[in-house]
């Protein structure tokens, strides 16, 4: 099976830098997802990694570790608009997964001025 | 493109009753997927269909049927609604390897 790890809650400054960790127990999976959540609206996509190593999308870069079950979202220059809560997500394996996903139970970040 | 819609947006069921929660997406993606989102928790998986006519079980599917006779329209229903089903849903497609998210339907049941 498989099980995603998070923390509940991250507190950081605007301006500053902020990293949420994802560490999982799976068997395999074909890529991390990171998707973004505001005030239970609707999860909109961030950032996939598919192979080790970092991926970079302006602001936000994510990274995965396949070899240590591990991975990150990273959070610059942080605006009061990124208070919002985090999920990662992986693709289960298997040849009739239709392409789903399981989540984790996801970030809440707090951006204090 | 409107995306992916969902409706309601939001209700109220007594328990033992049923309601069918709508969906619509006009991007022409294969998959779809529901899933419900408890207070504070992630989304958990509740049906997924790769097709017109092919759907089949997620993590949580009990006390949930679906259906989809078309690519665009993916219905959700709840036959005899019970307290436990008291959730916030979302409908999902997938295309380029990304899921696109409907607004959510807020459901109570009491």
């Known amino acids: 099976g498989q099980s995603l790890e998070q923390p509940s809650e991250v507190t950081a400054v605007e301006g500053a830098i902020v990293q949420i960790n994802c560490t999982y127990q799976t068997s395999g999976f074909y890529g991390l997802s990171w998707y973004q959540q505001h005030d239970g609206g609707a999860p909109t996509f961030l950032s996939y990694?598919?192979?080790?190593g970092l991926e970079e999308t302006g602001r936000f870069s994510s990274f995965l570790s396949r070899s240590d079950s591990y991975g990150y979202l990273l959070l610059q220059e942080l605006q009061m608009k990124d208070s919002a809560s985090y999920f990662c997500?992986?693709?289960?394996?298997?040849?009739?997964?239709?392409?789903?996903?399981?989540f984790g139970q996801g970030t809440e970040l707090s951006v204090k001025p | 493109n409107a995306g992916v819609t969902q409706t309601p947006k939001f209700r109220i069921l007594k328990i033992g009753q049923s309601m069918t929660l709508q969906c619509t997406q006009d991007?022409?993606?294969?998959?779809m997927y529901w899933y419900r989102q408890d207070p504070g928790m992630g989304l958990k998986l509740i049906y997924y269909s790769v097709g017109a006519g092919i759907t089949d079980k997620g993590e949580v599917p009990n006390g949930y049927n679906v259906s989809r006779s078309t690519t665009e329209d993916f219905p959700l229903r709840l036959e005899l609604a019970a307290p436990s089903q008291t959730s916030v849903y979302f409908c999902?497609?997938?295309?380029?390897?990304?899921?696109?998210f409907g607004p959510g339907t807020r459901l109570l049941v009491l």
């Open positions: 991007m022409n993606h294969n998959y």
């Open positions: 999902a497609s997938r295309g380029g390897g990304t899921q696109y």
């Open positions: 990694n598919a192979l080790d």
């Open positions: 997500a992986v693709n289960p394996p298997g040849n009739n997964q239709g392409g789903k996903l399981i």
